[in-house]
């Protein structure tokens, strides 16, 4: 299988100081012609599965390529971004919310499809700040999930998301890379990497692409947008 990492457009909380970030921020206008590009890069590019975290950024993100593809988008919530969907910033702590229902995915993104456990509580359903060790054991539920679903095929599967749980995922899937900002580089808004698994064995064949972003639209030009 080829597994395409998507990080999110540039959301609104990217562009702003953390403690005015808000819980399920959307896309800027920047974001929004970032992921316009990524749609069109789709167009030329094959596609079998998309799924898509349930955060409203990701949602967003996946619906030019939904439009370019005619996929049906799936939402899965272990795709979220660290730490769940919550309110708050470092210096006052985090205070859990619900999350998007999958009514509301429903009617504000038509022919996305909620997986079961997104129901009218929301997806997150208030819970608290993910822990280290919840991260670590959901990087191992999404990397054992995408191996038996998809481990033995030659699907091409889209999934997007976002950058600190990108970065876990990719460190479990290639050990034996120092995958971090510090040493790869900040992961961009819209951009693509490309694992390649075959018979358990996972190659990186292409890492943060932006090929599809013209350069005045490629982002995070500083720290503080690497995160969320």
Request: with cysteine; hydrophobic share 35%.
């Amino acid at each position: 299988m080829h597994l395409y990492l998507i990080r999110h457009g540039q959301s609104e909380n990217n562009a702003k100081d953390e403690s005015l970030r808000v819980q399920d921020p959307g896309l800027t206008a920047l974001g929004a012609q970032q992921v316009a590009f990524l749609g069109e890069w789709f167009t030329a590019t094959p596609l079998d599965v998309l799924i898509t975290s349930p955060f409203r950024r990701a949602l967003l993100t996946t619906v030019p390529i939904y439009q370019a593809t005619g996929l049906t988008p799936q939402v899965r919530t272990n795709l979220h971004e660290i730490g769940g969907c919550v309110s708050g910033y470092p210096e006052i702590g985090y205070q859990g919310e619900p999350g998007m229902s999958a009514e509301e995915i429903c009617e504000q993104f038509p022919g996305f499809q909620p997986e079961h456990d997104i129901d009218q509580q929301g997806w997150w359903k208030s819970k608290p700040y993910e822990t280290t060790e919840q991260q670590l054991a959901r990087v191992q539920q999404v990397m054992q999930q995408t191996f038996e679903e998809f481990g033995t095929t030659d699907q091409h599967v889209a999934y997007v998301m976002h950058a600190d749980f990108k970065q876990l995922l990719l460190q479990g899937f290639l050990p034996e890379l120092p995958i971090t900002s510090e040493t790869f580089g900040p992961l961009r808004n819209a951009g693509v990497t490309i694992l390649k698994i075959e018979e358990g064995r996972v190659r990186l064949n292409s890492y943060n692409g932006i090929q599809h972003l013209p350069a005045n639209l490629v982002t995070p030009a500083t720290d503080s947008e690497n995160r969320v």
